[in-house]
């Protein structure tokens, strides 16, 4: 049973041949339906072997390129306006932060300052708006956080907004 562990590892790294199987069997199952005089059928001894091979490449193509694919999409759907516009309580955070100058927050201190607010509210409130793009954690310490390049355009558009 060595062969067939040794079969599947080759078959995973392999793309090309994955491909090549997917194409052939499918195109084993479902041509003869479109172009019976152009391609013969399997002998049906053999039509189980086509199916496994065809469902086992798929599910190997699967496993290669959703994940790629739902990455893309969730990189596009963090671009759009809509997913990414703050809330009225984000917003608020943004605008003190942005009080604070270009200098890092320390959410620590903020909740000292207004013990009303809790350390989660905050800690929720800042995860929210760094997968927006409006802040970053500094040196990877989820209780420094800074403006980005993006909140402090966002936050000078809201301060003109209101002046005006």
Known sequence: MQWLSDLIKHLTIS???AGASFITSGVLI????FFPNAIDGVPSQWNWLVIVV??????LFVIWYVPSFLAQSFHWMR????????????SRFLQFMAK?????????????RNPATSMLDLLDTSAKLIWKGYIEEVNYDETRVKLTLKGRKYVLKHFRESAA
């Open 15 to 17: 793309k090309p041949l």
């Open 30 to 33: 479902f041509g003869r339906k």
């Open 54 to 59: 065809f469902i086992f490449s798929l599910s």
């Open 79 to 90: 671009k759009l306006e809509i997913f990414t516009r703050p809330t009225q309580s984000e």
């Open 100 to 112: 604070q100058g270009d200098n890092t927050v320390h959410l620590s201190d903020v909740h000292r």
